[in-house]
């Protein structure tokens, strides 16, 4: 077996050192988790800030969820309606139109 690079082997002449921990990085020369963790973690007030909720559904009603998102998409001409979507969108509703606040509450005083 042969230690020498024969002109059919990579050679590593190509490849760029990684810089010891004594030495700092080039200017530019950052590790990618460095470079991208401004992206990741962008700074952000807390109002604009999300929380997340959950829902449980019987499985007839989450079938009945699915289908009526399919047809949203169908009708919107997109792939696909997301529960996310949905979801916001009926919690604007809800909370912009007095009317549907309502109904709301009615049906939540008729199902206790």
């Not at 530019?28 to 952000?44: I, K, S, V």
């Not at 019987?58 to 079938?63: F, M, N």
């Amino acid at each position: 077996m042969s230690v020498v690079p024969s002109q059919n082997e990579p050679s590593v002449r190509g490849f760029r050192q990684r810089p010891s921990a004594a030495s700092p990085p080039a200017s530019g020369d950052t590790d990618p988790t460095q470079r991208l963790a401004q992206f990741r973690h962008p700074e952000r007030r807390t109002r604009e800030q999300r929380t997340r909720r959950t829902v449980d559904l019987s499985l007839t009603t989450h079938r009945a969820l699915d289908a009526w998102q399919q047809q949203a998409a169908d009708r919107l001409g997109v792939a696909r309606v997301t529960g996310q979507e949905v979801f916001t969108a009926l919690i604007e509703q809800l909370l912009n139109d007095p009317k549907l606040a309502d109904q709301v509450t009615r049906a939540i005083q008729n199902r206790r």
